[in-house]
Structure formats: structure tokens, C-alpha cells
């Protein structure tokens, strides 16, 4: 079971205390800060160093959550960092727009909620990245001072985060532009009549690559239309269009591509948010199986009789057609995976005496090559 990071405002700590509790039951091993931050610890590096050692970050969000600075530093160095957030949305306060393609967890019924935290968990993977990680940290060291206050504000964080290329840029702000422009449009409505406002001729498409288990997928390209504008996609698995001709609602073509990957070719409407996945092309191995039969006295002079051998997958399922044994090796190509031969042989002596040979073996199918699998005869 995968290690969590739970991140929330401290006006949530009851929510998380409970939450916290439910997990060990389930075991799960939770970070927290109150628990896992010693007196005198340098702050900022201790958080980033707690992130980079767990595989996932768990995030209260809820409208203390959303105000508050540390929560902020929290979640952007998971993203830096490149780890799987899980949110759990605490009240009806939206996701920052970086985060909003990410499937909430809404916390209405407290075992409902804790049981898919668990399910979500188990299907997570998290490859490490030793040199971005000892990068970030090294980021979140220069925040603090020899006591481990910070002595940066929490938005310098995210401009570094911003700068290396670990976190997306923000927009600059538009508000002081817009509140001219209303103040403007209130003084032209009082002296001219107002006139229709015109749709849109161009919408902003916005979307997010992911794998089948939910991990951001980089360096894919995404064709629009016909025409085939190509944009490449984020670090954080992101792709932008902007000025896409057509109004709100209006269907546009994408077609989604990288190396070793199915392609995709999809409608969506827009403005989007778009979530594409894209499955993985299974590479094929060749395996050679080398059954070897124990030493036997009867062996020498019995003839093979009757045969079973069998290549089943996890769920003991037939991945191939029945295999036959003539003293020589097998030889099966099959996609990457964890496999298992059955094998069951019958020998019959000149003088009467049966042997039956059997052996359960397991397979794992990652690199060509050559496995000897051993079975014992015995003798009725």
C-alpha cells in the first residue's frame, strides 16, 4: 500500500485527525506534519522532504485550505515534485485551475469517502526521480535561515517552481483592466443604449494527457482540426489552444500521439477541459521454455502417453494455444506481463509402470531469454 502526505489548513484538523485514524486502521501509513516535523526543523525543506518520501498527497481542500500559504507551497512542490495529488473536497470551494482536471473525492459520507482513498491508493505507482526531487528540495532550502523560519514569501517559491519549469506559469492578473473596463461600460450604458453583445468567435481549449493509471503523460503531441495546429504537452501532462474558431459548445477534432503509446482520435466539446488517456502498446517478448524432467529409473525406456501444458495469466486464464512437449523447448511470444505454465505429462513404461510429471511454474515475461522449468515425475 502506497505512503501518503495529508495537506490541509489547520482549521481542518478534526476532519483530518478522523480521516488520519480510519487510514492506519486500513494501513496505511500517513505523513503529518504535527507528527512527522520535529521542534526546530527547518520548515519549508522538512515539507518538501515529507513529499518527496511518500507517493501521494492527499489534499483537504476546503476555503481555509484555499487561503492559506502553506497549503499553497504544499501543493505546488507535489506538483514540482511530480507526485499523484488526490483531492478531498471538505466543502463546495472550487480547485485551483491547475488542479481542476483532477477527480475529487467529495467528503459527504466519512467511511464512503476514507473506503475510496483506499481503492484510489492501491492503484497508484510513483517513480521516483532522485535528481528532480534533490533539485526541489534544494529550491525549498533557500526559503528558510539557520532557525528554519521562512524569511520568503511563500509566492517566491512558486516563481522559482515557475522559473525551473516544474510548475506551469500563471496568467498575469486581469482584475484592475476589468474593473476599468465595468466602470467604463457603466458610464456608456447611462448615455448610449446598449447594444447587443457578440458571441465569441474563438474559444480557449484547455486539456490533460494521462495514463490508464492516472499519471501525467509528457511529451505527447495533439494535432486540432483539420488544418492539424500541433501544440506538445506540458511537463505536468497540459496542453493549451488558444483562439480555436467556434462557439461554446461547438465539437473540434483531436488527435493525440507519443512514442509507444496507442494513438487517440477524439471529439470534444469546447472550451474543454479535455482528459484524454492514452494506453500503453504492449511489447511482445519471446520466451524459450525448457522443461526439465527429474531423474526417473522408469524414464529412460517409457514413451509419452498423454500431454497437458498450459500458459495462463494471473487470473489463470489460457494466454495461448495448448503447447506440445516432443523433448524439445517451447517457444511463445507474448506481450510484457507475469505469466504461469501447467504442465502435467504422462508416461508409460514397457513393463507397465505409469509416471506422471506436473509442475506449476511461474513465468515472468519482461526480457527475451530462456527458462528452465524443472518437473518432477512419480512413479504409480
Avoid at 506534519?33 to 527547518?42: N, Y
Avoid at 505527447?220 to 495546429?229: K, N, T, Y
Avoid at 500458459?311 to 516432443?326: E, I, K, M
Wanted: one cysteine or more; charged letters at 20%; hydrophobic letters at 45%.
Amino acid at each position: 500500500m502506497p505512503t501518503v502526505f495529508i495537506s490541509y489548513s489547520h482549521h481542518d484538523t478534526a476532519t483530518a485527525t478522523l480521516i488520519v485514524a480510519q487510514l492506519k486502521e486500513k494501513g496505511v501509513l500517513v505523513w503529518r506534519d504535527g507528527e512527522s516535523i520535529l521542534p526546530g526543523e527547518a520548515w519549508p525543506r522538512a515539507i518538501g522532504e515529507g513529499i518527496a518520501e511518500n507517493d501521494c498527497v492527499l489534499l483537504l481542500w476546503s476555503k481555509a485550505a484555499s487561503i492559506s500559504e502553506p497549503i499553497e507551497l504544499e501543493w505546488t512542490t507535489c506538483i514540482a515534485l511530480k507526485k499523484p495529488i488526490m483531492p478531498v473536497l471538505l466543502d463546495d470551494t472550487p480547485l485551483p485551475l491547475i488542479l481542476r482536471a483532477k477527480q475529487g473525492i467529495a467528503f459527504n459520507d466519512p467511511n464512503d469517502a476514507v473506503a475510496r482513498i483506499v481503492e484510489r491508493l492501491a492503484e497508484i505507482s510513483s517513480p521516483a526521480d532522485g535528481s528532480r526531487q534533490a533539485a526541489v528540495i534544494e529550491t525549498l532550502s533557500a526559503l528558510q535561515d539557520d532557525e528554519g523560519k521562512s524569511v520568503r514569501a511563500v509566492a517566491d517559491a512558486r516563481q522559482e517552481f515557475e522559473k525551473q519549469g516544474w510548475l506551469p506559469r500563471r496568467r498575469r492578473s486581469v482584475l484592475w483592466p476589468l474593473l476599468a473596463a465595468s466602470i467604463i461600460a457603466v458610464i456608456a450604458y447611462i448615455y448610449w443604449p446598449p447594444s447587443p453583445v457578440p458571441i465569441p468567435a474563438t474559444q480557449e481549449l484547455l486539456g490533460r494527457i494521462q495514463d490508464a493509471k492516472g499519471m501525467f503523460v509528457d511529451d505527447a503531441l495533439v494535432s486540432l482540426g483539420e488544418r492539424g495546429d500541433v501544440t506538445a504537452v506540458s511537463q505536468l501532462g497540459e496542453f493549451r489552444f488558444g483562439n480555436v474558431k467556434g462557439k461554446q459548445g461547438d465539437s473540434v477534432r483531436l488527435s493525440i500521439s507519443k512514442a509507444g503509446f496507442h494513438p487517440v482520435v477524439m471529439y470534444v466539446h469546447l472550451p474543454g477541459p479535455v482528459i484524454a488517456t492514452l494506453t500503453k502498446i504492449p511489447v511482445v517478448v519471446t520466451k524459450r521454455i525448457r522443461l526439465t524432467l527429474t531423474p526417473n529409473p522408469l524414464h529412460a525406456h517409457a514413451r509419452l502417453v498423454k500431454q497437458s501444458i498450459r500458459l495462463v495469466d494471473r487470473n489463470g486464464q489460457d494466454v495461448a494455444s495448448p503447447l506440445h512437449w516432443n523433448a524439445s523447448d517451447l517457444i511463445v511470444r507474448l506481450p510484457e506481463g507475469e505469466y504461469k505454465i501447467v504442465v502435467s505429462l504422462r508416461f508409460k513404461t514397457e513393463s507397465g509402470y505409469g509416471l506422471t510429471c506436473s509442475k506449476e511454474h511461474p513465468i515472468a515475461f519482461d526480457t527475451d531469454g530462456t527458462v528452465s522449468v524443472p518437473v518432477a515425475c512419480v512413479a504409480h
